[in-house]
């Protein structure tokens, strides 16, 4: 168990629907990162938020937007979805403090997302 | 931004030899290296990671090697058992300190016992 807890495990939804997933870091990490992993585009980075703050972003589409809460929680949501948005969604957290080891980072147990 | 390549794609050993995955990055910048194990349905697992100032890292039965000039890092396994079997991601990160990592496509490595 790495101590990330990502909900919910399972999602089937409709295209053009929305849907939130929620991730909860490591007691201590700063850094949430989201990947989406699909059969042939591998593990893909989609965005990195660091104490409440937007830090980087990947391959996101702008159908998807993310945020951290005050509490270090974040939710992707997705919206207007796609029969292509099918996939796994991993948060991983990483402590991401000055002076630490800055990139180890520990992955969720994912959600998996069903688009019919 | 950071490139990685990783081969070979799929790998099948007997229970007891060695397996070596390899990989390539593009960006020099780069001083982290990361290996991942995911079982099937599973979440992408740390194993190893080496940082540029050493060559070589060491845990039991895995090992890792950085060249640094050639920009190339290799997960080494020796006495492979059943429970290796599993896909091995290896990554680097992209930009500053703290952002994404950049993953391979991925080795399955299937030991046959």
């Known amino acids: 168990d790495s101590g990330v807890t990502q909900t919910p495990k399972h999602l089937i939804t409709a295209t053009g629907q929305r849907v939130t997933l929620r991730c909860s870091p490591r007691?201590?990490?700063?850094?949430v990162y989201w990947y989406q992993q699909s059969l042939d585009q591998g593990l893909q980075f989609l965005i990195h938020y660091y104490n409440g703050e937007e830090r980087a972003k990947g391959n996101i589409l702008e159908r998807f937007s993310a945020q951290q809460f005050p509490d270090l929680h974040s939710e992707l949501n997705l919206s207007s979805l796609e029969l292509g948005d099918s996939a796994l969604y991993f948060c991983?957290?990483?402590?991401?403090?000055?002076?630490?080891?800055?990139?180890?980072?520990?992955f969720g147990p994912g959600t998996r997302l069903t688009v019919t | 931004g950071e490139n990685v390549e990783q081969h070979p794609s799929t790998l099948s050993v007997q229970e007891g030899d060695s397996a070596v995955i390899k990989c390539t990055y593009s960006d020099s910048a780069s001083n982290y290296f990361p290996w991942y194990k995911q079982e099937l349905g599973k979440r992408p697992q740390l194993i190893i990671d080496?940082?540029?100032?050493?060559g070589e890292k060491k845990d039991q039965r895995i090992a890792v090697t950085l060249n640094k000039t050639a920009k190339h890092f290799s997960l080494h396994i020796t006495e492979t058992q059943p429970e290796d079997s599993a896909v091995y991601f290896c990554a680097a990160p992209e930009g500053q300190a703290g952002t994404a990592l950049i993953f391979g496509k991925g080795t399955t490595l299937s030991v046959s016992s």
């Open positions: 080496i940082r540029s100032n050493v």
């Open positions: 007691s201590g990490d700063l850094s």
């Open positions: 991983a957290s990483s402590e991401g403090r000055v002076g630490s080891k800055p990139y180890e980072q520990y």
